[in-house]
Structure formats: structure tokens, C-alpha cells
Nanobody, 127 residues
Framework: QVQLVESGGGLVQAGGSLRLSCATSGFTFNRYDMGWFRQAPGKEREFVAVINWTYGNVYYTDSVKGRFTISRDNAKNTVFLQINNLKPEDTAIYFC????????????????????WGQGTQVTVSS
């Protein structure tokens, strides 16, 4: 059974930092791209960052470049999102997702291309 469990969210002031974690189980982690998405109240789930299954290549949405860093530890089956210089507009529930097939050769920015999700972790940034 595929499971993804996010943690690390919280309430922080603007300019602060958080490190989100997504612990996974039930599948061969090092064969899958892993993505981070977020969803603010009343909005659709949006892409934040993705890391591929090999070589650790990454891609970010423009609004987080230079502030967010995605990484993975294949030995621990965990993907991370380091968030620095938080802004109020970063407030959302953050989800990690598993790409819907193994050994992907291209990144996907669409949540429709991810077939397993965690329950999310709330990030709230006060101004």
C-alpha cells in the first residue's frame, strides 16, 4: 500500500523558514519522480517543485525559485522541501505527490500526473 506522510508545516512570520518532509512507503521510491504542490483556500492545487528519480534534477515554479529547495534521500524514502524567506502568499496546504509511473524521462507540473498524495501539511505565514 502506497503511503505518503507530510510533516514540518507550521505558523511562521514572513522571512522565516521551514523544512517540510514527506516520508513514503509501499513502493520503490528511487524509481519515481516526486513533486511538491500547494493549495490555498479557494484555489486549485498548484505545482511548486519536482525532483526526478535519477540524478536529482529539479525544477521549480517561478515564484519560489531561489527560496525553495527540493531534495530527496533515497535511503530513507523521503523527499524534502526547504522553504526560506517565506512570504504571506506562500500560505497553503503543502502536499507531496508521486509521479504516476516509474522511470519518467520528463517532468510533469500537472497534479493529474501524480497518482498518490499525502494528507498535506499546513504552512501559514504571517505578515
Amino acid at each position: 500500500q502506497v503511503q505518503l506522510v507530510e510533516s514540518g508545516g507550521g505558523l511562521v512570520q514572513a522571512g522565516g523558514s521551514l523544512r517540510l518532509s514527506c516520508a513514503t512507503s509501499g513502493f520503490t521510491f528511487n524509481r519515481y519522480d516526486m513533486g511538491w504542490f500547494r493549495q490555498a483556500p479557494g484555489k486549485e492545487r498548484e505545482f511548486v517543485a519536482v525532483i526526478n528519480w535519477t540524478y536529482g534534477n529539479v525544477y521549480y515554479t517561478d515564484s519560489v525559485k531561489g527560496r525553495f529547495t527540493i531534495s530527496r534521500d533515497n535511503a530513507k524514502n523521503t523527499v524534502f522541501l526547504q522553504i526560506n524567506n517565506l512570504k504571506p502568499e506562500d500560505t497553503a496546504i503543502y502536499f507531496c505527490g508521486r509521479r504516476n509511473f516509474a522511470y519518467s524521462s520528463t517532468f510533469s507540473l500537472s497534479p493529474r500526473d501524480y497518482d498518490s498524495w499525502g494528507q498535506g501539511t499546513q504552512v501559514t505565514v504571517s505578515s
